[in-house]
């Protein structure tokens, strides 16, 4: 099980730190990863980490701006989300895939949590 917090409403330029608490694993051997999906907008893989070795991995719109980290003793992952953009709305998943792989392909991801919505006000 997957539960995502920490979404809401900031301006251009603005912070916010996002959390997926994942339970019912019995050992880190698995991958974490964000996404988010605008209305009318297919699936985007944002940030991916293997927990059991906290190697993360970016897409190119967020390079320099996001930073993704695990706290394996709360089993949560974040997602520290600086300068935000306008064009950063939407609402935001976290996907687990059992291994250790890490990938922003949405398809390869076993369950999602229920998403946190992120807007940018310009």
């Known amino acids: 099980q997957l539960v995502e917090s920490g979404g809401g409403l900031v301006q251009a330029g603005g912070s916010l730190t996002l959390s997926c608490v994942a339970s019912?694993?019995?050992?880190?051997?698995?991958?974490i990863g964000w996404f988010r999906q605008a209305p009318g907008k297919e699936r985007q893989g944002v940030s991916c980490i293997t927990v059991s070795d906290g190697h993360g991995h970016y897409a190119d719109f967020v390079k320099g701006r996001f930073t993704i980290s695990s706290d394996n003793a709360k089993n949560t992952v974040y997602l520290q989300m600086n300068n935000l953009e306008p064009e950063d709305t939407a609402v935001y998943y976290c996907?687990?895939?059992?291994?250790?792989?890490?990938?922003?392909?949405?398809?390869?991801?076993?369950?999602w949590g229920q998403g946190t919505q992120v807007t940018v006000s310009s």
């Open positions: 996907g687990s895939v059992v291994g250790n792989i890490a990938t922003l392909w949405p398809q390869f991801y076993e369950n």
């Open positions: 019912g694993f019995t050992n880190n051997d698995y991958g």
